[in-house]
């Protein structure tokens, strides 16, 4: 109830008629029955924009650290994130990650749709980085679709580091399902997860038009800080 009110009385109607986002291919997302939206992720605000565009719920997987602030700022933080339909999860890795996974899953197995960024952080330079192969894992194991949502200039209206975005109008760019179902049963092989996640990501360079950069983008941003200090 609370997303929805803030969805479409509250915050939707506002932040809608102020950055008036295009959108392409809305068709092209299932109007039931659970489904991965995999997107490329520019800036803070795709979690934002993408529900908003979207008749059905969207659930994003968010860092925990945005749950667990104290004080005023601590509250504000959760209460945003709990409304626009994100759920907590560890990134630490190990059983964090399998809890991550398990908590996708029952979204999807419940018949929900799922918002993943494959990219696993937000791009440090707008260019497009190498796609983990958890989404690829989860879209097999659920045995559902994957759409691939392209973000367009999300990073101009709100660039990494800033804490109020630029008025600016943004677009969103939603391709065909891709059907991964040849591949049902073989989740554990890590070279069937590679060629998955690969061809998502094939299809999210061509909606983005972006540059397509064959590595981590974590390890561009640990290289970057590693040279600051």
Request: glycine share 10%; hydrophobic share 40%.
């Amino acid at each position: 109830m609370f997303y929805w009110f803030m969805k479409n009385v509250v915050a939707g109607p506002i932040l809608l008629s102020l950055f008036r986002p295009w959108v392409i291919g809305l068709e092209n997302i299932p109007k039931q029955g659970g489904v991965v939206l995999a997107s490329n992720h520019l800036s803070f605000i795709d979690s934002v924009f993408l529900p908003l565009v979207v008749s059905r719920r969207v659930v994003f997987l968010a860092k925990s650290e945005y749950f667990t602030g104290t004080g005023l700022k601590g509250w504000a933080t959760r209460q945003f994130f709990k409304a626009t339909g994100q759920l907590p999860i560890d990134r630490s890795g190990g059983k964090a990650s399998e809890d991550s996974l398990n908590t996708g899953l029952a979204v999807l197995n419940g018949g929900g749709a799922l918002g993943i960024y494959p990219e696993g952080t937000r791009s440090p330079d707008a260019r497009m980085y190498r796609g983990r192969t958890g989404v690829a894992r989860m879209v097999l194991e659920a045995g559902v679709p994957v759409v691939p949502v392209a973000m367009i200039d999300t990073e101009k209206a709100m660039p990494t580091g800033t804490r109020i975005p630029k008025v600016r109008r943004i677009g969103i760019v939603i391709g065909k399902p891709l059907d991964f179902s040849r591949f049902q049963g073989m989740e554990g092989d890590r070279f069937v997860l590679r060629s998955v996640t690969d061809e998502l990501m094939y299809e999210l360079r061509h909606l983005s038009d972006q540059e397509y950069v064959d590595v981590y983008a974590t390890s561009v941003k640990e290289k970057r800080a590693s040279l600051s200090r």
